[in-house]
Structure formats: C-alpha cells, structure tokens
C-alpha cells in the first residue's frame, strides 16, 4: 500500500495517475502485461461479468471476484484499488478485513448509498471508523457524489472532502464533475483528487492538466470490450 500511495504524490500537471478498470482475472492480466503499475476494479464492470445489475452483486461474490483480480496480477507487482461501492451494509471493521483479505491495497467507497446522498458528517464518521479499522493497509478513496445527485454547488462537494480527508481519506472523487471544476475542488479541498475518464471529454493526460491527480474509467472498459464483442458476434452470422 505504501507503493501505491507513493504513485500518487509530487505527480507533475498532465501526469496523472492512470489506472484502468479490470472487470476479470483475464482482463486485469492484459492491463498488468501492458505496463501499468496499478488498477482500480469497477463495481459496474465486475457485476456485469458476474451476471449482475450495477449495484446488486453480493458481497461474497464481489469480493471473491476481487481477490481472483488480485491473484492474476500478482506476478507483475501490480496494485489492485477496488471499488466496494458503499459498503454492503457492513460493518467498518468487517469491510476492511474482508478487504484486506483479498489482497487489495486500496479501495472505493461512495458516500449515496441507495441513490440518497448520506449526511456528510455522519459519512465522515464512518470513513473514521473504516480508517481505524484498515489502519494503513488501505488506501481509501472516497466518492463524492453530489454531482451524480444532483448538487452541483461545488462548495458542498469541497465541503464534503474536506470531512472525508480529516476523517482519514486519502483521496477525493467527486465522480462525474465537470472538467472546469476540478481545479477549484483540488485546490479547494488540497487533496489528491480522482477523475474520471469520459469518451467524449478530456484526455487522462488533461484531465491532469485540469487538476486531476489520478484517472479512473469506471465500467467504461468493460462496456467497450463488450461492444466490440457484440460486433465480432454479430459478424460470424453474416
């Protein structure tokens, strides 16, 4: 863990830390051969190659997935961050050992479980209690999810991950903020800062550029490799 924190301090503007988003063993193999130092598993994209919805995967199952993910990139000295969404109703100190038991170095946790915006402090209370929990085994990447909620004032977002970090954040994702903002809300809460990569926005490196310490894809990977699928499925018919 100490490795990938390392990956995300001093990075020059329009450097940003890349991690692609392993849905599988194989695919997380393929990122691993390809050079990256780390990964971030998708909860989309792992539910997807389980046969679940977004969102409905059972905690055994995801975590289980995870560790499989973990086991395939080993040999590269690849760190695999995994997205645990919001929890799975667990409590803090089964979560992060859970967690750490799959060999995960960091991890994921949004603050809207059910689609509802927590309260913001009752969130940072338990990212505290997550964080004593892992002690430093993890690093913990917290999802802000105002934007996707609807609350596009950037000052509750900044608001919010400045609770997250003083209750033991390492990083800040305010998932889906707009490119324009991200400067403001890294200088505003003065933290690594996690963007995400849309087909039709910026580039990793400019979202670097922008403020973005690190890039993350989401499912996106997944829903690309499966489209191209679809198309060399289709094509066999013809």
């Excluded at 679940?52 to 395939?72: K, L, N, Q, S, T």
């Amino acid at each position: 863990m100490t490795d990938f924190r390392s990956l995300h301090l001093d990075r020059p503007p329009g450097d940003p830390l890349v991690l692609p988003g392993p849905w599988d063993a194989a695919s997380a193999r393929i990122f691993a051969e390809a050079g990256f130092p780390a990964l971030a598993t998708p909860s989309a994209g792992v539910s997807a190659a389980l046969g679940y919805a977004d969102g409905e995967a059972p905690a055994d199952e995801m975590f289980a997935a995870i560790g499989r993910i973990v086991r395939a990139v080993e040999g590269f000295g690849v760190a695999v961050s995994a997205d645990i969404e919001a929890g799975y109703g667990l409590p803090p100190a089964e979560l992060a050992g859970r967690l750490l038991d799959t060999g995960a170095v960091g991890c994921n946790l949004e603050d809207s479980p059910g689609g509802v915006l927590n309260d913001p402090q009752e969130n940072a209370d338990r990212l505290a209690a997550f964080r004593a929990a892992a002690g430093g085994g993890l690093f913990i990447n917290a999802r802000i999810d105002t934007y996707i909620r609807g609350v596009h004032d950037p000052e509750q977002t900044i608001d919010r991950g400045l609770r997250y970090m003083a209750a033991g954040a390492d990083c800040v994702y305010p998932i889906m903020a707009p490119p324009d903002q991200l400067s403001g809300l890294a200088s505003g809460i003065g933290a690594p800062l996690n963007a995400l990569f849309l087909p039709n926005g910026p580039s990793p490196q400019g979202l670097g550029e922008l403020g973005a310490t690190r890039v993350t894809f989401g499912p996106g990977l997944h829903r690309q490799s499966m489209e191209r699928l679809r198309q060399d499925a289709n094509s066999l018919k013809s």
